[in-house]
């Protein structure tokens, strides 16, 4: 069985965007492709923190690895001062955090090495 086909429907010839500038629509659709597939970066918003102290983004590994080997003998030092005021199960605790802490500065002493042999 034979079936007619309809003509396609009768159309305006001239585009709708006739009469805007070319150059603007491919500005424009730029803009929006790239807002929504190459969004950039938001600077980030600066939020009321409760911390007091932070470290410099800036600083190097060496640096940090050095106070952090600083800080770990200073604590060891200010331990064993205390452990000789302690007595019984309480000195025993202590000296436990002191082998700890000893053993905290010998693994940033051996990184601080790896970065910065000497």
């Known amino acids: ?6 003509n396609p429907p009768e159309t305006d ?3 709708p965007h006739a009469g ?3 150059q603007k629509l491919d500005e424009a659709a730029k803009r ?3 807002h929504y597939l190459d969004p950039k970066p938001q600077p980030k918003k600066k939020q009321p923190s409760s911390q ?3 470290v410099a983004e800036s600083a190097d590994t060496e640096t940090l690895l050095a106070n952090l080997s600083e800080t770990l003998a200073s604590a060891n030092a200010m331990l064993g001062d205390l452990t000789f005021d302690l007595e019984g199960s309480r000195r ?3 000296l436990g955090v002191q082998q700890m802490i000893e053993l905290s500065e010998l693994l940033a002493n051996r990184a601080l090495d790896i970065v910065d042999p000497r």
């Open 92 to 94: 025993h605790f202590a």
């Open 52 to 54: 007091l102290f932070s």
């Open 20 to 22: 805007l500038d070319p």
């Open 13 to 15: 010839p001239s585009s």
């Open 1 to 6: 069985m034979f079936k007619a086909t309809p």
């Open 32 to 34: 929006a492709i790239d």
